[in-house]
Structures are given as C-alpha cells and as structure tokens.
C-alpha cells in the first residue's frame, strides 16, 4: 500500500514512553533516587524529566495540565511535523488534543478504541 500522507505527517519510531502524573517531581525522585537513573532533560517548569537509558530509549514522566487517567500513556510516537501529523490522523479518525509546546518538544494526546492512552510527539532538536 502506498503512502499518500504529507512530508512530516507518518509515524517515525517512538520517541518516549512513560507515566503522566499527578506530582512530576515525586516521580522523577523516585525514578531517579529509588531506581538510579539520572535526568537527562528537566522541563524548567517542573512539569517532568526524561531519562535516556544506556540503550537510546527514552523513559519520561509528565505531569499534563489536566489530571492524568489511571493509565497514564502508553508511548509518545514520533513525528518530524506535529500540524500536519495531528491534522491528518484526525482526518481518519483519530481524537487527538491540539498540540501543545513544551522546551523541548510539542504533544498532541487521544485515545485508541479501548481507551488506552497515546500521544503524538515532535521533538524541537533531533540527536
């Protein structure tokens, strides 16, 4: 099947995986008191961190404007161009928040059929 989706528009990888949260700095201090991992990047807001492990994955918690469900989200999925990503996967049926910009990054959030939690990611500077 071909691709007809707009450049920046497809899933790319994954960019993080992690919990939302109700209290980011409790979890960043267990994460990286309890469990060891340092930091990599701290949102100067205090709404969250990630931590890249020794693998290149990235694990982060976030704490959104909203309260978080129970579930959290399962996985941030990457793209090169939130706008166009966000706009075309609402136009197959996708519920998807507006995105919004954090430091480093911007986030659109929905939901799958089941109700499990996902987000669409752009990081502002690629590595």
């Known amino acids: 099947m071909e691709s007809t989706a707009p450049a920046g528009a497809t899933i790319v990888g994954v960019d993080i995986f992690g919990p939302a ?6 979890l960043v201090a267990f994460y990286r008191d309890a469990l060891g991992m340092t930091p990599t990047a701290l949102d100067e807001s ?3 961190a990630e931590f ?4 290149g994955t990235a694990f982060g918690v976030w704490q959104p404007d909203e309260a978080p469900s129970a ?12 706008n166009a990503a ?5 136009g197959q ?7 919004l910009e954090t430091p480093v990054c911007f986030m659109s959030f929905g ?3 089941d109700g499990n939690e996902f987000g669409i990611h752009q990081r502002k500077n690629r590595d």
Request: net charge positive; charged share 30%.
């Open 71 to 82: 579930s959290g989200y399962g996985a941030l999925f990457a793209v090169t161009d939130i």
């Open 52 to 55: 890249t492990l020794a693998d």
């Open 86 to 90: 966000v706009a075309r996967f609402r």
């Open 21 to 26: 949260t109700r209290d980011a700095m409790r």
């Open 93 to 99: 049926g996708a519920t998807l928040s507006d995105p």
């Open 111 to 113: 939901k799958d059929p």
């Open 46 to 48: 205090g709404r969250g």
